[in-house]
């Protein structure tokens, strides 16, 4: 069991190190993150009281400043700093690459329209009356997609590596508004005096080279 949790822990560090040192260069990024844990974590407070308006506030806020981060301000040349092709990243990712991404906002743009055109999603909603039971009966339909997105990525990293590889996946996605907080809480400020790029190098937790 003590080995269980410290191979755990460190294939966590490794995970978290990798997707920082891989995908978060821009210091724009970096500040929609900030912006994007901070809202994740308001919904995770809401999802107790109201899971729909939770659900909308994390898709309609969290993930489209987290997503907008990635898809427009991250760099996608080579990387110098680790001596990384773009696509040799993309293909070692072990969660949503861009592509599985964009598979992934498409079917959440998409959804609104197919309870328009199918009010009840096939019998699942009763018929809303106004605009508001409309948008919670969106907000429900997210928040199955965001679980649903979640498990089969996990699942899938169980084929693809082992169990222990798709449950730290697991608990990095849901741990990386707190974490997110503590690494890019800096990163406005770093944004206002100019500076772009974070000019990496460091392991942010133990502040050294990875």
Partial sequence: MRHFFETFFATLKEQRWDD???????RINQSLHLLSALSFIAAYG????DPA???LLAWLVSMVTRQSG?????PKGYDEVNQATHEHKEEIKVGYNLRRKVVLMAIWALSPAVLYFNPTLFGIFEMHQNNE???RHVGLIWLYLGFGGLLFR???LFYLFDVQTGVVWATK????PFHDVKLYYKAPFYLL???LIDPMGLDPENHKHA
């Fill in 133 to 135: 039971e409309f948008m």
């Fill in 173 to 176: 996605i849901i741990t990386d």
């Fill in 70 to 74: 990635h898809f427009f301000f991250e």
């Fill in 154 to 156: 996990t699942f899938h």
């Fill in 193 to 195: 005096r100019g500076q």
């Fill in 53 to 55: 308006m939770a659900a």
């Fill in 20 to 26: 920082h040192r891989y995908y978060h260069h821009s």
């Fill in 46 to 49: 809401l999802m107790f009281s």
